[in-house]
């Protein structure tokens, strides 16, 4: 049998004070069409680097971007998508 002693995990006690907001609970951003050709074309380019895309449409910051992206490609949000698309006719 081994008599080395055995490493132990660590186990951190830390609490979590940050708090995530569930993407459920965004709201959509409205992009105008040449934002949106802008985003997509950036996209197949350059991929997720959200910086770069904002820095070619003033006004938009990266986050706002991505989470637009996520919102207009992600699964969540197919139902929500629909459901606007129906309210805007």
Not at 23 to 29: A, G, L, N, R, V
Not at 39 to 55: C, E, N, P, Q, S
Not at 73 to 89: C, I, M, P, S, T
């Amino acid at each position: 049998m081994d008599k080395r002693p055995r490493k132990q995990a660590k186990i951190s006690t830390k609490s979590s004070t940050s708090e995530e907001v569930s993407s459920i609970e965004w709201e959509f951003i409205k992009m105008t069409e040449q934002e949106e050709d802008l985003i997509f074309r950036m996209y197949k380019l350059v991929g997720d680097r959200w910086d770069l895309i904002a820095g070619r449409i003033p006004g938009r910051k990266p986050e706002e971007i991505e989470r637009f992206w996520i919102m207009r490609h992600g699964e969540v949000f197919a139902q929500k998508r629909v459901d606007a698309a129906n309210y805007d006719l």
